[in-house]
């Protein structure tokens, strides 16, 4: 068999798990930047800590590879032990990650925390189930590998070929975790800069892991090859010597680090950018200019803009949804940024539509604390998850939390009459109109008739028009 080179061996190794462990501090700070950004500061840090689980079982299992490959076979079995109990209590990650984020869930929101005890127990469950089955698996060949390399005989049952079947299953999961990017191209979401940042973040993670689990396994191979040349004798040929491992080691150490602090200061400087640009990327509102009508429409533009556009929308109808989320942000975007259109937004839920009236009212109660177009937004983009239910209450409250939208108003405005009574009035205001359905829009108060066989992009075109009538005339008239 020919020689495998122990410096193959200890850069393949080493460079593997440098990418792991870079693309777990990548996934844990986008993690950990986007409850920073929801305001769960507990929670932020629980993502941020639990990347030391990982850090520390990779470090230690390096440490092992060290001594494999610089003859310092008095230490390797003391350094197998230490990292065969690291990865023993990393078998039990995600059971202190499931305590940490019930824990924190209940500190950032006690009334309703994020992560309640009895939603974390089966998937955790799970997830430590194959987390310890695999650990165990890694314990055991570490364990075998030392032996073989001391001079002991070559176990029946032979641990290097399960190993390799669980880095192969873990490569195919980071290669399909790459596939999250694709998620930002998503016509029909909404996404803020952070959400996005957390999906890139998501699919370098994945890439890493990916090349870094495949270095790793290539790195198990050569070290099974390498022991079974032993034949039962320790292994004492190894060419690299204490000195040159030691070297490499402190740049281990310095890339790193360096890689780290770079990555963290990124993350953190792209949420600030986000916090600054998240207004503007909402379709809802394009960071123009926002009030409120007299009867609590919601209006975007310049308050004394000349042309009025109102919406006669329905939360839980499909063309609304469509407009909201594909069109609303190019719908008149020159004319409203001049100041010489303004749009409101009217309620007028249809009656067949069971849930779009609980939707209107909860819009409602989010604008009492200036959060409407948020929630508008996000009720369109979750439609799908909402709209079928036969009581969407609870999803309209964990939204509010989701959003920040203070549970004691958000929950005081939905049982007060006032504000289904104002919904019923918008609906009144529609029908006076005689509104063919949903999306209609009036210009000026004047209806824009549906094209027979039309569509909503027929209904914008035809509003377009009229609106550009106007401003050629110099009227504000119909």
């Known amino acids: 068999m020919r020689s495998v080179s122990p410096l193959t061996i200890l850069n393949r190794a080493q460079l593997g798990l440098l990418l792991i462990m870079v693309g777990n501090i990548l996934y844990s700070c986008g993690a950990s930047a986007e409850q920073f950004v929801a305001g769960r500061n507990s929670l932020g840090l629980v993502w941020l800590l639990q990347v ?50 019930v824990i924190a869930s209940n500190i950032d929101q006690p009334a309703a925390p994020l992560f309640p005890l009895v939603n974390v127990i089966v998937p955790f469950g799970i997830l430590f189930a194959l987390v310890r089955t695999f650990t165990q698996t890694v314990s055991r060949w570490i364990e075998q590998r030392t032996q073989v390399l001391r001079g002991g005989s070559e176990p029946e049952q032979n641990s290097t070929a399960l190993l390799q079947k669980w880095l192969t299953a873990l490569a195919v999961l980071h290669g399909l975790t790459v596939l ?39 790195a198990v191979a050569l070290i099974g090859a390498r022991t079974a040349e ?11 010597p204490p000195q040159s491992s030691k070297r490499r080691s402190k740049g281990w150490t310095i890339v790193l680090s360096s890689v780290a602090a770079l990555l963290l200061a990124a993350v953190f400087g792209l949420v600030v950018l986000g916090q600054k640009v998240q207004a503007e990327e909402r ?50 975007k020159s004319e409203i940024r001049s100041g010489k259109v303004k749009v409101v ?17 909860a819009a409602r109660c989010a604008a009492k604390v200036e959060q409407f177009w948020v929630y508008h937004d996000a009720l369109y983009v979750e439609q799908d998850k909402w709209a079928r239910m036969d009581d969407p209450s609870s999803f309209f409250l964990r939204l509010a939390r989701r959003l920040k939208v203070p549970e004691k108003d958000f929950l005081e405005c ?57 401003l050629e005339r110099g009227s504000n008239g119909p």
């Open 52 to 101: 030391g689980f990982a850090v520390a079982a990779a470090h230690f299992t390096r440490q092992w590879i060290i001594a494999t490959a610089t003859s310092e076979l008095g230490k390797l079995e003391q350094i197998a032990q230490s990292a065969i109990s690291v990865w023993n209590i990393y078998a039990y990650s995600p059971v202190f990650m499931a305590i940490a984020l």
């Open 180 to 218: 999250t990017l694709f998620n930002s191209f998503d016509p029909t979401a909404i996404h803020t800069q952070v959400e996005i940042i957390n999906n890139v973040l998501t699919s370098v993670y994945g890439a890493l892991g990916l090349t870094g689990i495949l270095g790793v396994k290539r």
């Open 230 to 240: 032993a034949h039962g004798e320790p292994v004492s040929a190894w060419t690299i």
């Open 283 to 332: 379709p809802g509102s394009l960071g123009l200019p926002t009030s409120v009508t007299a009867n609590g429409e919601q209006i975007y533009g310049h308050p004394d803009a000349p042309i009025t556009v109102t919406e006669y929308a329905d939360f839980q109808c499909p063309g609304c949804q469509w407009f909201a989320t594909s069109e609303r942000h190019r719908f008149l």
């Open 345 to 361: 937004f009217a309620d007028f839920p249809l009656a067949f539509h069971n849930n779009a009236v609980p939707a209107a009212i």
């Open 414 to 470: 939905l049982h007060n009459p006032t504000t289904l009574t104002q919904v019923e009035r918008s609906v009144k205001r529609g029908e006076a109109l005689d509104l063919p359905g949903t999306p209609s829009f009036a210009v000026n108060g004047k209806v824009v008739p549906w094209k027979e066989d039309g569509d909503v992009q027929d209904t914008l075109t035809s509003v377009e028009q009229v609106v550009h009538s106007l």
